[in-house]
């Protein structure tokens, strides 16, 4: 069935260093990649997202990568501050319009000043 | 982003008894879905709902779960009968015809 293993499921860095959280999915149908941000006890929040014909997003600080060929896509997020500490969800969908979101087991990141 | 209202923030029920959970979206707002989050897990989803009709639902979504939009306004979600492992964060979501999916603030069912 459908499936989005995410990894690591915690990271730790330091204020200014960069984080990459890393996601595979298993239906090749899957065309929307989005990203969320979930603080403690609060909804989750799209930070980005990647459509399946585009190969990299960059917003500021966070940018994503996708991979087709291999089912991979990837977070970055570079000069992190203490504020990004939270978890962080990638999600999959296959359609175009009003499809579900497959999420992953999300990441803990933790960024230490 | 346009707000996703739902209420109540917390639910505290007795195991067995029925709970509904509401959401009030802006009606510009084509499909509405429910997630759910047992607490320190991933995201999940339960139902999605176009055009006043189920489209879509997961394996989670059985008998005892029920949704429907009755004033053309609120969407609820329904659970008959509460059991204590139904205890997690729900969230109401929409989209408004494209893909991107924003989150309710959530309602925390705690089943005792």
């Known amino acids: 069935g459908e499936n989005v293993e995410q990894h690591p499921s915690t990271l730790s860095v330091q204020e200014g260093d960069s984080a990459v959280i890393k996601c595979t999915y298993s239906?090749?149908?899957?065309?929307?990649f989005p990203w969320y941000k979930q603080e403690l006890g609060k909804r989750p929040q799209l930070i980005i997202d990647?459509?399946?014909?585009?190969g990299e997003k960059k917003d500021q600080r966070i940018a994503v990568t996708l991979n087709k060929t291999a089912k991979h896509f990837s977070l970055h997020i570079t000069e992190t501050q203490p504020e990004d500490s939270a978890v962080y969800f990638c999600a999959a969908s296959k359609n175009n319009q009003g499809g579900k979101l497959i999420f992953g087991q999300g990441t803990e990141l933790s960024v230490k000043p | 982003e346009p707000e996703v209202t739902q209420t109540p923030s917390h639910q505290v029920t007795q195991m067995g008894q029925e709970v509904i959970l509401r959401c009030v979206p802006i009606?510009?707002?084509?499909?509405f879905y429910w997630y759910r989050q047992i607490l320190g897990q991933k995201v999940e989803f339960l139902v999605s709902f176009y055009n006043n009709e189920i489209s879509e639902k997961s394996e989670i979504f059985d008998d005892q779960f029920s949704v429907e939009r009755p004033d053309g306004s609120n969407f609820t979600l329904k659970i008959r009968s509460t059991k204590l492992e139904d205890s997690a964060m729900y969230f109401c979501a929409r989209t408004t015809g494209g893909t991107e999916a924003f989150f309710g603030q959530g309602t925390r069912l705690t089943v005792v």
């Open positions: 239906d090749s149908a899957s065309n929307y």
């Open positions: 990647i459509r399946s014909n585009v």
């Open positions: 009606s510009n707002h084509l499909y």
